[in-house]
């Protein structure tokens, strides 16, 4: 029998270089013989990717629970069509985000309950949990000044500073909350500085994993 993947999933705020991070991981696996899918969310399946457009780019209002159950909808397709079967096949599934941004953007940036959160993660993914999660972590002006060079602005990256403020204390908390695993990750510096920190905290959580 194949023995199942494991799925490592990438926060951070918006601007926090956390694409970088995942890239940089892929290649470290690859190169170590690793079957790697890499994916994102919201998106990674074409019912997904439309969702996306509509959580990013809608000029129109929207309750915080609606982006919550939109959020749930788009990982619902994800985790049941892509995540799964991958891991399933043995493959690594490296996931550009996951459960931890529903709880620090949609929990603590909208002020959504924990447990509305809760119950749609039962219903959506009651047992899939990553076995390694990294978070790029830089501070607030460091993000802000990345995401001011990219032109036009997200539904996200356009909010204000007090809800990046909150979505990052956010993670941190959960950081301390579990710190087996979730690996911090100083997203400050040069590029090479930043994938050596990647492999070298990717390396020693694997090293962790039982
Ligand atoms: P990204 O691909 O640049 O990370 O953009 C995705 C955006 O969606 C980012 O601003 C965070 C947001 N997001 C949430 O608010 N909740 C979620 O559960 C996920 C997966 C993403």
Redesign the pocket.
Known sequence: MTEPGRFISFEGI?GSG?TTCVESAARWLQQRGIRVTLT???GGTPVGEAIRAI??NTPHPMLPETETML?FAARHEHVHRVILPALNTGAWVLC???ID??LA??GAGRGVSAERIASLMRWVHPTLKPDITLLMHVNLDVAAARIGGRGER?R??AEADSFHRRVSDAYLRIAATEPHRVHRIDGSGTPEAVRLRVESTLASAIAGLT
Do not use: H, I, N, S
Request: charged share 45%; net charge negative; proline share 6%.
């Open positions: 918006d956390k994102r969310e919201p959580l990013l959020m550009d985000r996951f941004a529903t953007y949609q997200d996200f990256e």
